[in-house]
């Protein structure tokens, strides 16, 4: 019988920087059957597009991969767009100042290049890391200040070039547990700065397939807009241990912070972490109702 496959998309990004590398971008995507199963540990073929302009717009970069990705047990599969092997265009030479940009997939679940998935989606934010190459060169800068309001938030930290950072919400969003009531390893290990949004794309898309009603600390962040100076943000996500940590050095100057917060890493499937100002980084279990504020990337 021929099977017909679904694909529940979240694209993600953890971008990183080497001297003589391109740069990268994850991409991850949950595969479901025509069942609503999830389509566990099996290759599966995909090629990625960036196109400029609109979801029809002209390629600037495609890529496809060898070997092929593979699904994990939660149905999840991982690729690294630029790491991939070219089809047309550099990935290294993508103006991302000159957007907007969106990212067209196309996967075959049986592993092949008959493409029977089709999926675009926007980037609705810049890849930082990547766009700082260019925005740093930018004379005249206005300099940002850790405590200052911004992009509807609180700056809590910010790079080296002094333009780009995290921002935490200005309260809390809510007490609330881990999960949703299902205990299970999820697997976000994720600790480290911009970590969170890679973290809380994959707990929302794994605990919502459970077809568990009820809210939980990474959707409440994920759900999370402030609309600010006629823009609405959408992109808050649940920190990452480490990007607490970073919280931590700034909270005096924040304020108005209660004693600890969940984050959106992973110990096991019974245990997540959480940041307590006066003891650091512990782990608690995942039904303990603890404190959630969303931070975001500019």
Same mark, same amino acid.
């Given at each position: 019988?021929?099977r017909?496959?679904?694909?529940?998309?979240?694209?993600?990004?953890?971008?990183?920087?080497?001297a003589?590398?391109?740069?990268?971008?994850s991409?991850q995507?949950?595969?479901r059957?025509?069942?609503?199963?999830?389509?566990?540990s099996?290759?599966?073929?995909?090629?990625?597009?960036?196109?400029?302009?609109?979801?029809?717009?002209?390629s600037?970069y495609?890529e496809?991969?060898n070997?092929?990705?593979?699904?994990?047990?939660n149905?999840?599969?991982?690729?690294? $767009?630029?790491?991939?092997?070219?089809? *047309? %265009?550099t990935?290294?030479? +993508?103006?991302? /100042?000159n957007?907007?940009?969106? #990212?067209?997939t196309?996967?075959d679940?049986?592993?092949?290049?008959?493409?029977s998935i089709?999926?675009?989606s926007?980037?609705?934010?810049?890849?930082?890391?990547?766009?700082a190459?260019?925005?740093?060169?930018?004379?005249?800068?206005?300099?940002?200040?850790?405590?200052?309001?911004?992009?509807?938030g $609180?700056?809590?930290?910010?790079d080296? *070039? %002094?333009?780009?950072?995290l +921002?935490i919400? /200005?309260?809390?969003?809510?007490? #609330?547990g881990?999960?949703n009531?299902?205990?299970?390893?999820?697997?976000?290990?994720?600790?480290?700065i911009?970590?969170?949004?890679?973290n809380?794309?994959i707990?929302v898309?794994?605990?919502?397939?459970?077809?568990?009603s009820?809210?939980?600390?990474?959707?409440?962040?994920?759900d999370?807009?402030n609309?600010?100076?006629?823009?609405?943000?959408?992109?808050?996500y649940?920190?990452s241990?480490?990007?607490?940590a970073?919280?931590?050095?700034?909270k005096d100057v924040i304020g108005?912070?209660?004693n600890s917060?969940?984050?959106?890493?992973?110990?096991?499937?019974t245990?997540?972490?959480?940041?307590d100002?006066?003891?650091?980084?512990?782990?608690?279990?995942?039904?303990?109702?603890?404190n959630?504020?969303?931070?975001?990337?500019?």
């Amino acid at each position: 019988m021929k099977r017909v496959f679904t694909i529940l998309a979240t694209l993600v990004f953890t971008v990183s920087l080497w001297a003589q590398s391109p740069a990268k971008m994850s991409y991850q995507a949950v595969i479901r059957n025509s069942t609503n199963q999830l389509v566990v540990s099996h290759q599966v073929g995909m090629k990625i597009s960036i196109l400029q302009g609109t979801s029809t717009g002209n390629s600037v970069y495609t890529e496809i991969y060898n070997p092929n990705p593979e699904t994990n047990a939660n149905g999840l599969v991982s690729v690294e $767009i630029g790491g991939g092997i070219p089809l *047309s %265009g550099t990935f290294a030479s +993508i103006d991302w /100042a000159n957007g907007p940009y969106f #990212i067209k997939t196309e996967t075959d679940p049986t592993g092949g290049t008959t493409y029977s998935i089709t999926g675009t989606s926007q980037l609705l934010s810049v890849p930082y890391a990547l766009h700082a190459k260019t925005a740093e060169t930018i004379a005249g800068t206005t300099p940002l200040l850790i405590g200052q309001d911004y992009q509807g938030g $609180i700056i809590f930290w910010l790079d080296a *070039s %002094g333009q780009h950072g995290l +921002i935490i919400s /200005a309260q809390d969003l809510a007490l #609330i547990g881990w999960n949703n009531g299902i205990n299970k390893y999820i697997g976000t290990k994720g600790g480290g700065i911009y970590a969170g949004s890679m973290n809380t794309a994959i707990i929302v898309a794994t605990q919502m397939a459970d077809n568990v009603s009820g809210e939980f600390a990474a959707k409440v962040c994920a759900d999370y807009t402030n609309p600010t100076e006629g823009y609405v943000y959408g992109d808050w996500y649940l920190p990452s241990v480490y990007e607490l940590a970073l919280l931590s050095l700034s909270k005096d100057v924040i304020g108005g912070l209660a004693n600890s917060y969940w984050s959106s890493t992973e110990e096991s499937s019974t245990q997540a972490w959480y940041m307590d100002f006066d003891l650091g980084p512990t782990t608690a279990t995942k039904n303990t109702s603890k404190n959630v504020r969303a931070i975001r990337a500019f």
